[in-house]
């Protein structure tokens, strides 16, 4: 038969119709995904479930629109996205469900996260930074609604940074010229947080590269718009934020979200406005869906009328995309019938392919231990018992990592007295399980690779002969300089950071010379300082982000918390945001100026190091030391240090002060003082005073408090004095009790004691203000020497005589 050769507009027509066929085949999958998914949850073989039902079509759109280099921070209803950037297949979504630890199995976090949390890897296996300019990027979801906003504001600025400063000129695996745009999701009602707020307020005044879409259910769980929003409408409420001719701001559209026509235009639209004039964009996607309720955890019939079911099911973004690919001409019902029913099996299949490939290796751990579970009830007196144990394991079809471990456990108590090899078969092999499967769950928490902070050594001060005395502010401004010239991509940012050097002229002159955008002024906005560094950092930049009092870090606490020092183990390795926090801290006067809130921090922190150098040439030094690792750090700074005197070291930016080291500051042999930061010197002074008085006290300051003393120095002092006491500033039971319980317990240094061990901390209330306030509210020289005194009157009664 002969056919006419096609027009180019029927060659483009084609083109068309296959990318929509494409993108409804997508839409369709992930929608089929969602409702397995469901089943999986509600039959037990998955923990919970959320998913991206109703937001498939403005997903397909906004991935037409996203480009290699670019980055997302999203929230759990972004599936469909994800798999239209080519980073999600449907095993994959399954083994993300089913918590699958290989990482290969489920890249977004190799079973660390609930399904719905995305992600991809920015970092190669061995640690090291991919070309992000080749990937499509996204930074790891994390839970708590809006958490994804400050992040997003960095990952934005990044661009900002990449395009307009010179010396980041050949940054090229980071970023081309700036162009890549930050793409953020979140839900309408988590626009209701403060954290969204405070995002797009930054994101106007620094006018970044960032995308903003809001999907709009009009629900939150089962909390209706009405409950969440002024005038039920986010960009209404918005619209002061809008540009103008005259002002810069935000453009903001609106769209609905089963237009599929339209929402492809409105996405390449903001994608070129981000792109190219760094304007960032909000787009209000209205009139979503969300046809299986919330999540697994309970049905929507509980709280939409019938009326709200009834339009969803009609309005469903699928549903309509299917209705205008048939009314022009792209499909006719039979074909599109078709294809459903063959995803449809598809979807079955992988969802079966992910169950067998996350119960295979477990189905081989259990019949190692069922043999070797046979071979010990053989000899052991309580066969019968061990028998049964055995049987109930090897008739789980389906053996979680946890039945086995608690079978073989739990055995072993029938052979407590027993000893025979297969005993110790048995137990050897408990002991490689352990190795092998529990860094499945626990490993990088921190960096693991050799850019690792705690193996950076020290480098001591150099000084002159003739060695000048400065302000310690001094050293640390010289120090700042020195690595803002060193390295190229460290930008330091903060509430009076920049014209003014910061609030104690550790930065000054630097913003003149190093330019605003490198050492630069922010808002009053310690989440979004925070945020900003961690998108920042997440994009190979070295951000040191400020927060201009410790007291005050508690705005950003809850981000550093649940994103920063989660990012590596949440990514499993795979993510990194090297994020240096620089603040300033302890003894000076008042409720909200002197704050040492270390216990709190230490607990909330883990996955970061928390440093407390007790004068600035000692913080300039773990400066330089985190600026060669490639790991998240806070530095608190002595708040009355800065115009404390220390000698001027040679060279700037080269010494080191070591992670997890501590220091012994004077020799003792009766007691070992432990303290750090700015309560050091009082535990110095009293120290003198003690000698005085025939009490020769070691004082050791831990410098370091995540990670504590880890070639253990703190018990060798313990073993040499055989008393201790651990002082600081912080509440009855926080960072003083943790340091004791490092010693006492996990060092064992309770074996050495003579003398009951002890913290001396502040009382339980904040500082009240003034000199007298911190006297009677912290612990001061005299409440060191009398609690030293004591228990050296009680070890030596003679010697030292009732004081009182
Ligand atoms: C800080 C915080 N508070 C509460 C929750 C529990 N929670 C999870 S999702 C959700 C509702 C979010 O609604 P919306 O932003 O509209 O997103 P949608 O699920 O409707 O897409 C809530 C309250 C949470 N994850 N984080
Ligand atoms: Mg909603």
């Known amino acids: 038969m002969h056919t006419d050769p096609k027009t180019a507009d029927e060659i483009s027509f084609d083109d068309f119709k296959e990318e929509v066929m494409n993108d409804y085949i997508l839409a369709v999958t992930s929608r089929e995904c969602s409702l397995l998914g469901r089943r999986e949850v509600l039959t037990g073989k998955a923990k919970f479930g959320i998913f991206g039902d109703g937001k498939e079509v403005p997903q397909l759109a906004w991935a037409k629109a996203f480009k290699k280099g670019d980055w997302r921070s999203g929230y759990y209803r972004d599936q469909t996205f994800m798999m239209a950037i080519g980073k999600l297949t449907i095993e994959q979504f399954f083994a993300g469900l089913y918590a699958h630890t290989d990482i290969t199995a489920d890249p977004m976090s190799g079973g660390r996260q609930m399904g719905g949390h995305f992600s991809t890897h920015t970092l190669n296996d061995d640690g090291s930074w991919k070309n992000l300019t080749e990937e499509k990027n996204s930074s790891a979801d994390i839970s708590p609604t809006a958490g994804q906003m400050p992040r997003l504001l960095g990952l934005a600025l990044a661009s900002k940074m990449f395009r307009n400063i010179k010396s980041l000129e050949n940054s090229s695996n980071f970023s081309i010229n700036g162009n890549e745009v930050a793409w953020g999701t979140i839900g309408n009602a988590s626009t209701s947080e403060g954290l969204f707020w405070e995002t797009i307020n930054a994101a106007g005044v620094l006018q970044v590269p960032m995308v903003m879409s809001v999907w709009d259910d009009e629900y939150g769980i089962s909390v209706h718009a009405k409950y969440q929003t002024t005038k039920e409408n986010i960009s209404e409420i918005l619209k002061g934020f809008q540009r103008n001719e005259t002002e810069n701001g935000f453009e903001i559209i609106r769209v609905k979200g089963w237009d599929y026509p339209e929402l492809i235009d409105v996405y390449n639209r903001a994608a070129e406005i981000a792109r190219n004039e760094h304007v960032p964009v909000l787009i209000h996607v209205q009139e979503v869906t969300q046809p299986q309720g919330h999540s697994t955890s309970g049905s929507h019939e509980r709280y939409k009328s019938t009326e709200r079911l009834e339009w969803e099911s009609e309005f469903d973004c699928n549903k309509k995309m299917r209705e205008w690919m048939i009314s022009s001409g792209i499909a006719d019902e039979e074909t599109l019938a078709e294809i459903e029913k063959e995803i449809k099996k598809k979807v079955r299949d992988g969802k079966k392919a992910a169950w067998d490939a996350f119960l295979a290796p477990q189905k081989n751990e259990q019949k ?74 626990s490993a990088h928490l921190y960096s693991e690779e050799k850019e690792n902070a705690k193996t950076i050594e020290e480098v001591l001060p150099t000084y002159d002969e003739n060695v000048e005395e400065v302000d310690g502010r001094v050293i640390l401004r010289d120090n700042f300089d020195f690595l803002l010239n060193k390295y190229p991509e460290v930008l330091i940012f903060g509430e009076d950071s920049g014209k003014i050097g910061d609030v104690n002229q550790g930065l000054e002159g630097l913003q003149e010379k190093y330019g605003k955008l490198k050492v630069a002024d922010s808002g009053i906005r310690e989440a979004t300082i925070l945020g900003q560094g961690i ?70 922190l883990r996955g970061m190091y928390i440093l407390v150098p007790r004068n600035m040439t000692k913080a300039a030094g773990f400066y330089n030391t985190l600026l060669e690792s490639d790991e998240p750090a806070l530095v608190i700074e002595c708040l009355n240090g800065y115009r404390l005197k220390e000698k001027m070291p040679k060279n700037l930016g080269e010494f080191k002060t070591p992670i997890g080291v501590v220091e012994t500051v004077k020799i003792g042999a009766d007691i070992t003082l432990v303290s750090y930061g700015s309560t050091l010197r009082i535990v110095r002074d009293a120290a003198k005073e003690l000698q005085q008085a025939g009490i020769d006290a070691e004082v050791i300051d831990v410098q370091s408090l995540l990670p504590l003393d880890l070639n253990a120095d703190l018990v060798k002092s313990v073993a040499k004095t055989n008393r201790l006491l651990v002082i600081d500033e912080d509440v009855p039971g926080g960072a003083s009790a943790y340091i004791l319980n490092h010693i006492v317990e996990k060092q064992g240094g309770y074996k050495f004691l003579d003398s009951k061990p002890q913290t001396l901390a502040a009382k339980e209330h904040r500082p009240a203000y003034g000199t007298d306030g911190d006297y009677f509210s912290k612990p001061s020289v005299e409440d060191v020497y009398e609690k030293v005194y004591e228990i050296m009157h009680e070890a030596r009664p003679v010697e030292f005589p009732k004081l009182r």
């Open 368 to 441: 190692e231990a069922i043999l070797l579970l046979n071979n010990l009830a053989e000899k052991s007196a309580n066969k019968n018992f061990i028998e049964k144990l055995t049987k109930d394991l090897a008739a789980d079809k389906e053996p979680l990592r946890r039945d086995i471990l608690s079978t073989a456990r739990k055995s072993l108590r029938y052979v407590a007295g027993e000893d025979f090899p297969e005993k110790q078969q048995l137990l050897e092999w408990i002991k490689n399980y352990y190795k092998l499967i529990q860094p499945k769950y």
């Open 535 to 604: 998108g920042m950092a997440m994009r190979g930049l070295r951000p040191i982000a400020e927060i201009q009092y410790l007291d005050y870090i508690l705005y950003s606490l809850q981000i550093m918390s649940d994103d920063l020092v989660t990012v590596r183990y949440r990514s499993n390795g795979k993510q990194k945001a090297p994020l240096i926090v620089r603040t300033r801290g302890h003894r000076l006067e008042g409720i909200w100026h002197s704050g040492s809130q270390m216990g709190g921090l230490i607990h909330l």
